[in-house]
């Protein structure tokens, strides 16, 4: 079992940069792919980016591209997504996700209550 706490969400102006951070409880933290994921009203949840269990692979989605960083601290059971540039389009609740691989992170084995980012124009 693995529990997943996400924070660091907040309202910024466009340009601006936040750091989320996802806090996982459980002895296994370390053998999971982890995830973010958005949602933004009236859309549908979206994977933002992915990192493997070693870090060595990542993903990340067109629009995120050159914008943002995802990272781990398995040492810390937290995983991260350095958020910079920000676009009003970006505001969303953003969501942490455990996966058993990579290849099955958009079908993620468990979820977090979701934090909310909001960018200003």
């Known amino acids: 079992q693995v529990h997943l706490v996400e924070s660091g969400g907040g309202l910024v102006q466009a340009g601006g940069s936040l750091r989320l951070s996802c806090a996982a409880s459980?002895?296994?933290?370390?053998?999971?792919?982890m995830g973010w994921f958005r949602q933004a009203p009236g859309k549908e949840r979206e994977l933002v980016a992915a990192i493997s269990w070693s870090g060595g692979d990542t993903y990340y989605t067109d629009s995120v591209k050159g914008r943002f960083t995802i990272s781990r601290d398995n040492a810390k059971n937290t995983v991260y997504l350095q958020m910079n540039s920000l676009k009003p389009e970006d505001t969303a609740v953003y969501y942490c996700?455990?996966?058993?691989?990579?290849?099955?992170?958009?079908?993620?084995?468990?979820w977090g209550q979701g934090t909310q980012v909001t960018v200003s124009s």
């Open positions: 459980g002895r296994t933290f370390s053998s999971y792919a």
């Open positions: 996700a455990a996966a058993r691989t990579l290849t099955t992170i958009k079908s993620p084995n468990y």
